[in-house]
Protein backbone atom coordinates (compact mmCIF):
# COMPACT_ATOMS: atom_id res chain seq x y z
CA UNK A 1 0.00 0.00 0.00
CA UNK A 2 2.97 2.54 0.56
CA UNK A 3 3.78 2.14 -3.18
CA UNK A 4 0.35 2.83 -4.15
CA UNK A 5 0.43 5.87 -2.03
CA UNK A 6 3.47 7.29 -2.75
CA UNK A 7 2.73 6.72 -7.01
CA UNK A 8 -0.58 8.66 -6.19
CA UNK A 9 1.37 11.24 -4.51
CA UNK A 10 3.61 11.45 -7.06
CA UNK A 11 1.21 11.49 -10.47
CA UNK A 12 -1.36 14.15 -7.90
CA UNK A 13 0.53 15.26 -4.52
CA UNK A 14 1.08 19.04 -4.12
CA UNK A 15 4.73 18.96 -5.31
CA UNK A 16 3.76 17.27 -8.63
CA UNK A 17 0.78 20.16 -8.97
CA UNK A 18 2.60 22.59 -8.04
CA UNK A 19 5.47 21.51 -10.61
CA UNK A 20 2.71 21.35 -13.26
CA UNK A 21 1.30 24.76 -12.48
CA UNK A 22 5.10 26.41 -13.10
CA UNK A 23 5.37 24.24 -16.14
CA UNK A 24 2.00 26.12 -17.36
CA UNK A 25 3.79 29.11 -16.56
CA UNK A 26 1.82 30.22 -13.41
CA UNK A 27 3.74 32.67 -11.36
CA UNK A 28 2.73 34.45 -8.24
CA UNK A 29 1.81 38.37 -8.54
CA UNK A 30 3.49 40.87 -6.47
CA UNK A 31 -0.02 42.98 -6.78
CA UNK A 32 -3.15 43.05 -9.02
CA UNK A 33 -2.92 44.47 -12.33
CA UNK A 34 -5.20 46.74 -13.67
CA UNK A 35 -7.29 43.81 -15.00
CA UNK A 36 -7.53 42.06 -11.81
CA UNK A 37 -9.81 43.29 -9.61
CA UNK A 38 -7.97 43.13 -6.18
CA UNK A 39 -10.76 41.95 -4.27
CA UNK A 40 -10.03 38.69 -6.32
CA UNK A 41 -6.79 38.48 -5.12
CA UNK A 42 -6.33 34.73 -3.45
CA UNK A 43 -2.73 34.86 -3.17
CA UNK A 44 0.08 37.44 -1.92
CA UNK A 45 3.39 37.52 -0.18
CA UNK A 46 4.44 39.66 2.82
CA UNK A 47 6.94 42.30 2.31
CA UNK A 48 10.41 41.91 4.58
CA UNK A 49 10.98 43.61 7.73
CA UNK A 50 7.21 44.48 8.84
CA UNK A 51 4.69 42.49 10.95
CA UNK A 52 1.01 42.32 10.34
CA UNK A 53 -1.61 42.73 13.38
CA UNK A 54 -4.91 41.68 13.49
CA UNK A 55 -6.80 45.05 12.67
CA UNK A 56 -4.70 44.54 8.91
CA UNK A 57 -2.04 47.46 9.60
CA UNK A 58 1.72 47.17 8.90
CA UNK A 59 3.89 47.76 11.52
CA UNK A 60 7.57 49.40 10.77
CA UNK A 61 10.56 48.84 12.93
CA UNK A 62 13.32 51.38 13.69
CA UNK A 63 17.12 50.83 15.60
CA UNK A 64 14.91 50.71 19.11
CA UNK A 65 13.27 47.94 18.40
CA UNK A 66 16.30 45.66 17.23
CA UNK A 67 18.52 46.36 20.38
CA UNK A 68 14.73 45.67 22.33
CA UNK A 69 14.16 42.74 20.54
CA UNK A 70 17.79 41.55 19.90
CA UNK A 71 17.21 40.76 16.54
CA UNK A 72 18.66 42.56 13.29
CA UNK A 73 14.73 43.78 11.72
CA UNK A 74 13.43 44.73 14.55
CA UNK A 75 10.88 41.67 14.56
CA UNK A 76 8.68 40.46 17.41
CA UNK A 77 8.81 36.62 17.99
CA UNK A 78 6.02 35.42 15.34
CA UNK A 79 3.12 34.95 17.57
CA UNK A 80 0.03 32.75 15.84
CA UNK A 81 -2.67 35.05 14.45
CA UNK A 82 -6.35 33.74 14.86
CA UNK A 83 -8.01 33.63 11.44
CA UNK A 84 -4.94 34.36 9.36
CA UNK A 85 -3.29 31.42 8.02
CA UNK A 86 -1.03 31.39 5.46
CA UNK A 87 0.02 28.68 3.33
CA UNK A 88 3.06 27.89 1.30
CA UNK A 89 3.58 28.62 -2.42
CA UNK A 90 3.74 25.22 -3.22
CA UNK A 91 0.16 24.62 -1.60
CA UNK A 92 -1.01 27.78 -3.42
CA UNK A 93 0.01 26.42 -6.78
CA UNK A 94 -1.16 23.32 -5.84
CA UNK A 95 -5.01 24.62 -5.58
CA UNK A 96 -5.11 26.62 -8.69
CA UNK A 97 -4.43 22.93 -10.94
CA UNK A 98 -7.06 21.79 -8.53
CA UNK A 99 -9.66 24.62 -8.92
CA UNK A 100 -8.84 24.37 -12.96
CA UNK A 101 -9.44 21.02 -12.90
CA UNK A 102 -13.22 21.11 -11.19
CA UNK A 103 -13.95 24.48 -13.42
CA UNK A 104 -13.62 22.05 -16.75
CA UNK A 105 -15.06 19.22 -15.12
CA UNK A 106 -18.04 21.72 -14.57
CA UNK A 107 -18.69 23.91 -17.81
CA UNK A 108 -16.99 21.47 -20.39
CA UNK A 109 -18.23 18.07 -18.71
CA UNK A 110 -17.06 14.78 -18.07
CA UNK A 111 -15.56 13.24 -21.08
CA UNK A 112 -13.23 16.76 -21.24
CA UNK A 113 -12.21 16.38 -18.11
CA UNK A 114 -10.99 12.83 -18.39
CA UNK A 115 -9.15 13.54 -21.74
CA UNK A 116 -7.35 16.43 -19.98
CA UNK A 117 -6.04 15.02 -17.08
CA UNK A 118 -5.13 11.77 -19.02
CA UNK A 119 -3.19 14.59 -20.90
CA UNK A 120 -1.71 16.24 -18.39
CA UNK A 121 -1.24 14.04 -15.53
CA UNK A 122 -1.73 10.40 -17.28
CA UNK A 123 1.35 11.46 -19.71
CA UNK A 124 3.96 11.87 -17.39
CA UNK A 125 6.27 9.01 -16.76
CA UNK A 126 6.77 7.64 -13.16
CA UNK A 127 9.31 4.73 -12.85
CA UNK A 128 7.05 2.84 -10.23
CA UNK A 129 9.55 -0.01 -10.16
CA UNK A 130 11.94 2.09 -8.43
CA UNK A 131 9.39 2.74 -5.86
CA UNK A 132 9.69 -0.57 -4.28
CA UNK A 133 12.30 -1.42 -1.32
CA UNK A 134 12.63 -4.99 -0.23
CA UNK A 135 14.77 -5.47 3.30
CA UNK A 136 14.83 -9.30 2.93
CA UNK A 137 13.33 -10.30 -0.88
CA UNK A 138 13.95 -13.96 -0.26
CA UNK A 139 12.03 -14.64 2.91
CA UNK A 140 9.00 -12.32 1.36
CA UNK A 141 9.31 -14.73 -1.75
CA UNK A 142 8.89 -17.74 0.05
CA UNK A 143 6.44 -16.44 2.01
CA UNK A 144 4.48 -15.35 -1.23
CA UNK A 145 4.85 -18.36 -2.94
CA UNK A 146 3.34 -20.56 0.33
CA UNK A 147 0.22 -17.81 -0.24
CA UNK A 148 -0.13 -18.62 -3.76
CA UNK A 149 0.11 -22.09 -3.38
CA UNK A 150 3.36 -22.24 -5.66
CA UNK A 151 6.27 -24.73 -4.80
CA UNK A 152 8.84 -23.20 -2.63
CA UNK A 153 11.20 -20.95 -4.57
CA UNK A 154 15.11 -22.32 -5.08
CA UNK A 155 18.00 -20.18 -6.31
CA UNK A 156 20.20 -21.71 -9.12
CA UNK A 157 23.62 -20.30 -11.24
CA UNK A 158 22.60 -20.34 -14.55
CA UNK A 159 25.97 -18.74 -15.30
CA UNK A 160 29.55 -17.16 -14.05
CA UNK A 161 32.85 -15.88 -15.42
CA UNK A 162 35.92 -15.17 -13.25
CA UNK A 163 35.45 -16.91 -10.13
CA UNK A 164 39.05 -17.03 -8.80
CA UNK A 165 39.66 -13.13 -10.27
CA UNK A 166 38.80 -9.89 -9.05
CA UNK A 167 35.80 -9.55 -10.38
CA UNK A 168 33.54 -12.49 -10.70
CA UNK A 169 30.07 -12.21 -12.02
CA UNK A 170 27.18 -14.33 -11.03
CA UNK A 171 24.11 -15.21 -12.78
CA UNK A 172 21.41 -16.32 -10.48
CA UNK A 173 17.60 -17.26 -11.59
CA UNK A 174 15.06 -17.96 -8.97
CA UNK A 175 12.99 -20.81 -9.76
CA UNK A 176 9.56 -22.51 -8.73
CA UNK A 177 9.54 -26.25 -10.31
CA UNK A 178 10.65 -25.25 -13.55
CA UNK A 179 9.35 -21.75 -13.98
CA UNK A 180 12.23 -18.64 -13.71
CA UNK A 181 10.42 -16.14 -11.57
CA UNK A 182 13.24 -14.01 -11.59
CA UNK A 183 16.77 -13.44 -12.20
CA UNK A 184 19.99 -11.26 -11.40
CA UNK A 185 23.27 -10.75 -11.69
CA UNK A 186 26.13 -9.65 -9.13
CA UNK A 187 29.64 -9.65 -7.68
CA UNK A 188 28.59 -12.63 -5.23
CA UNK A 189 26.70 -15.38 -5.08
CA UNK A 190 24.70 -13.35 -2.17
CA UNK A 191 24.68 -10.22 -3.89
CA UNK A 192 23.24 -12.43 -7.34
CA UNK A 193 20.68 -14.25 -5.29
CA UNK A 194 19.27 -10.91 -3.70
CA UNK A 195 18.72 -9.20 -7.30
CA UNK A 196 16.98 -11.97 -8.75
CA UNK A 197 14.63 -12.15 -5.48
CA UNK A 198 13.96 -8.96 -6.03
CA UNK A 199 13.35 -8.85 -10.11
CA UNK A 200 10.69 -11.84 -9.18
CA UNK A 201 9.00 -9.71 -6.30
CA UNK A 202 8.63 -6.31 -9.00
CA UNK A 203 8.02 -9.37 -11.68
CA UNK A 204 4.75 -10.02 -9.81
CA UNK A 205 3.46 -7.12 -8.11
CA UNK A 206 4.65 -4.85 -10.98
CA UNK A 207 2.11 -6.98 -13.62
CA UNK A 208 -0.67 -5.17 -15.69
CA UNK A 209 -3.18 -6.69 -17.50
CA UNK A 210 -3.21 -6.03 -21.58
CA UNK A 211 -7.06 -4.17 -21.19
CA UNK A 212 -7.89 -2.74 -17.95
CA UNK A 213 -11.56 -1.03 -17.72
CA UNK A 214 -12.04 1.34 -15.40
CA UNK A 215 -15.68 2.12 -13.49
CA UNK A 216 -15.99 5.39 -15.41
CA UNK A 217 -15.93 3.10 -18.86
CA UNK A 218 -19.70 1.90 -18.37
CA UNK A 219 -20.26 5.87 -18.47
CA UNK A 220 -20.99 5.30 -22.48
CA UNK A 221 -24.12 4.72 -23.94
CA UNK A 222 -22.97 1.23 -25.52
CA UNK A 223 -20.42 0.22 -22.78
CA UNK A 224 -20.64 -3.03 -22.04
CA UNK A 225 -21.04 -3.88 -18.10
CA UNK A 226 -17.95 -3.27 -15.84
CA UNK A 227 -16.36 -6.27 -14.43
CA UNK A 228 -13.37 -5.61 -11.58
CA UNK A 229 -10.22 -6.57 -12.30
CA UNK A 230 -8.44 -8.94 -10.25
CA UNK A 231 -5.79 -7.35 -7.34
CA UNK A 232 -3.18 -8.79 -5.53
CA UNK A 233 -4.45 -9.89 -1.86
CA UNK A 234 -2.43 -7.72 -0.66
CA UNK A 235 1.03 -7.71 1.38
CA UNK A 236 3.09 -10.26 3.05
CA UNK A 237 2.53 -10.74 6.64
CA UNK A 238 6.06 -11.66 8.04
Same mark, same amino acid.
Given at each position: ??V???????? $???????A????????????????????L?Q????P +?????V?????????????? $???????ER??????G?? /?????????TF???????? #?L???????????K???M??????A????????????????????????????????????????? $? $???F??????GE??? +??????????A???????Y? #???L???????T?E???? +????????? /?????
Open positions: MGIWAAVWAY $VGHKALSISQEWGIEHAAAPGCEVDPGLFKRL +PQTDIENGHTLHRGVSARI $VYDNEFGPSQPSPVE /GVPTTQANAVQALMGAI #YHCGRPVAKQFFEHFSRQLPVDLFSFAQPTRDLTKLCAREGFERPVARIISETGRLSRHPVF $V $VGISGQDLLGSG +PSLTEARFRAVAALKGWL #YSPTVRVPSSESDAK +PWEPAMVDP /GEIIV
